[in-house]
Nanobody, 118 residues
Framework: QVQLVESGGGSVQAGGSLGLSCKVS????????MGWYRQAPGKQRELVAT????????ADSVRGRFTISADNARNTVLVYLQMNNLKPEDTAVYYC???????????WGQGTQVTVSS
């Protein structure tokens, strides 16, 4: 079991940058694929990016603008999402996710709002 706590987010104008952090506590971090998802009002939650054992994957809509990374060299693991060249359509609540690689169970953070104005 892992627990996730997000931080970061906020409001920015189009073209700006924001960073999100997800603090991961619990055991066996290596057994999880970490990811960021987002949900805009009236829309389904969608994948933004995932990272697992050094491999990363991005949604087409954010590739080249967003970067996911993980710092697991310390006792507390941090997963980051650096968002550059933000667009109004990036406005959403962003959720940190941990999916167990074998059990396929999902753990979610509480979500953090990102608002991009034109």
């Amino acid at each position: 079991q892992v627990q996730l706590v997000e931080s970061g987010g906020g409001s920015v104008q189009a073209g700006g940058s924001l960073g999100l952090s997800c603090k991961v506590s619990g055991r066996a971090f290596d057994f999880y694929t970490m990811g960021w998802y987002r949900q805009a009002p009236g829309k389904q939650r969608e994948l933004v990016a995932t990272i697992s054992t050094g491999n990363s994957h991005y949604a087409d809509s954010v590739r080249g603008r967003f970067t996911i990374s993980a710092d697991n060299a310390r006792n507390t693991v941090l997963v980051y999402l650096q968002m550059n060249n933000l667009k109004p359509e990036d406005t959403a609540v962003y959720y940190c996710n941990a999916q167990h690689n074998f059990l396929r169970t999902n753990t979610w953070g509480q979500g953090t709002q990102v608002t991009v104005s034109s």
